[in-house]
């Protein structure tokens, strides 16, 4: 008779000891399933939500941007066949400056306001969309020079900011819809989708891209331009006739014209600053403030006949496109425009840097012997995206507005004019999140504002 083997009872034991780990373990995979699941679905849901909340912002700011173009059209036309039309430039200066003193809230803070609203949560009053709208329209009909991006982000930022207010939006999932009211309003106002997916993503920050809000962008943008378009909007187009061959002389040409439009994109803002500090300095009272500014302003237009370079003054782009334009226009659509945004008058500032950067992109081409057409297009967007801080979104634009043949070049001119541009900008209150350069890390969580003022101190240290 056979006695069982003496480990019997130690291997039963080591089977039900796996045995039961094993059933350990897949209760615990089970239950961290089960509460993925829920987290997950808790994330769609809100995801769902947000989502469907940008498609309404973006179907608004569509038809806002179909009616505040048809507004501009009106105007321009109306003023470019009665130049008398500029004599109304003081009334708008001082109606302007007294509805927003006395009505505007916050508004006077344009799109800073939009950018703090959508880092911080700051409501934004309906009323600043109807101001910005209004004011800037009667800008334009008195020939004030500026463009129409900057209305159409705080129509956008204003939108957003009240249907997250209606919806009891908070922390990320305003911010999502803030920053979706943004590309919203760039997409459907210049017909540019992707550059405005980007934009929304990159306008609050500079050396950042907000990706977790990239879902809410794309939808903003591609739907905003697209209601827009449905509407009756259409885009002019330009066409670079010919890119040239990727060489040393013609990199190098590309790479100094890139440091001149960093360099102008500087100017630019700057330009700005110091005319608006100037009357705020020189008048204690803001309404003569207001009439000074456009006084000076409708002076130089009509010392030096320069009613053309008034309101948008496309004609520019266009011209820099064929090759028929100088440095001195550039020079001037630049000063024209500091003279009307300094003054108080209501308006962005991305058309008259496509006109600024076109002119001078021209000019240059046509020296270099590289074609207008293929100079202008750089400049038009290298101005842009150094001046405002996104190169990115400049590189996207190149793509919705000339295609890929030249992608190569606008990927270097978006980042070297965005390194020259230093911590300057048209937007005041953007956050630094990565400084330019390794001389500029002691601005980092600054504002551009406060890099500014440290700048300016140490100079005068």
């Known amino acids: 008779m056979s006695t069982p083997p003496h480990n019997t009872p130690t291997s039963s034991h080591h089977g039900h000891g796996i045995v039961g780990l094993m059933s350990h373990e897949l209760i615990r995979t089970e239950r961290a399933l089960a509460a993925d699941t829920r987290r997950d679905l808790g994330n769609m849901r809100a995801t769902l939500r947000t989502l469907a909340l940008t498609v309404l912002v973006a179907v608004l700011m569509g038809g806002a941007a179909w009616a505040f173009l048809a507004a501009l059209d009106l105007v321009t036309a109306a003023r470019e066949q009665n130049l008398a039309l500029f004599a109304l430039l003081p009334v708008v200066s001082v109606a302007t400056a007294w509805v927003y003193r006395n009505h505007g809230l916050r508004a006077a803070r344009g799109n800073n306001l939009v950018i703090d609203s959508s880092l911080e949560g700051t409501p934004i009053h309906a009323r600043m969309a109807v101001l910005t709208f209004i004011c800037s329209v009667a800008t334009h009909l008195a020939g004030g020079s500026a463009g129409r991006e900057g209305t159409a982000v705080q129509i956008g930022g204003t939108i957003a900011s009240n249907v997250a207010g209606v919806f009891k939006l908070r922390d990320r999932d305003r911010q999502d819809l803030m920053l979706g009211g943004i590309s919203a309003a760039f997409g459907g106002v210049f017909g540019t989708p992707l550059a405005g997916a980007f934009f929304g993503m990159e306008m609050c920050t500079v050396g950042k ?21 449905a509407l009756g909007v259409s885009h002019g187009a330009h066409a670079i006739e010919s890119v040239p061959a990727m060489q040393a002389g013609t990199l190098a040409a590309v790479v100094a014209a890139a440091v001149a439009f960093g360099l102008v994109a500087r ?5 700005i600053r110091t005319v608006k500090r100037f009357y705020s300095q020189r008048f204690q009272n803001y309404l003569v403030a207001a009439l000074v500014g456009s006084l000076v302003l409708l002076g130089v237009y009509a010392a030096g ?29 630049l000063v024209m425009t500091a003279l009307t945004l300094g003054a108080g008058f209501q308006g962005g500032e991305v058309t ?6 076109a002119s001078l992109g021209g000019w240059i081409g046509t020296l270099s012997g590289l074609g207008p057409s293929f100079m202008a297009a750089l400049g038009m967007v290298g101005v842009f995206g150094a001046a405002l801080n996104v190169p990115v979104t400049t590189i996207m634009l190149s793509i919705d507005m000339f295609g890929g043949d030249a992608a190569a070049y606008m990927v270097i001119v978006a980042f070297v004019s965005y390194l020259v541009a230093g911590h300057r900008g048209v937007y005041p209150a953007q956050r630094i999140v ?24 140490e100079e005068h240290a």
């Open 434 to 457: 990565t400084p330019k350069r390794r001389s500029l890390d002691a601005d980092q969580d600054l504002t551009v504002d406060e890099a500014i003022q440290r700048h300016a101190t």
């Open 209 to 229: 891209l907000n990706y977790r809000a990239a879902l809410y962008c794309l939808a903003a943008s591609f739907i905003g331009d697209a209601v827009a378009r």
């Open 352 to 357: 008259p840097l496509f006109d600024i950067g």
């Open 267 to 271: 100017l630019f803002s700057l330009s």
């Open 305 to 333: 006949g320069l009613f053309r370079y008034g309101g948008l003054a496309e004609w520019l782009t266009e011209a820099g496109f064929r090759g028929e334009t100088t440095w001195l226009d550039a020079l001037i659509k």
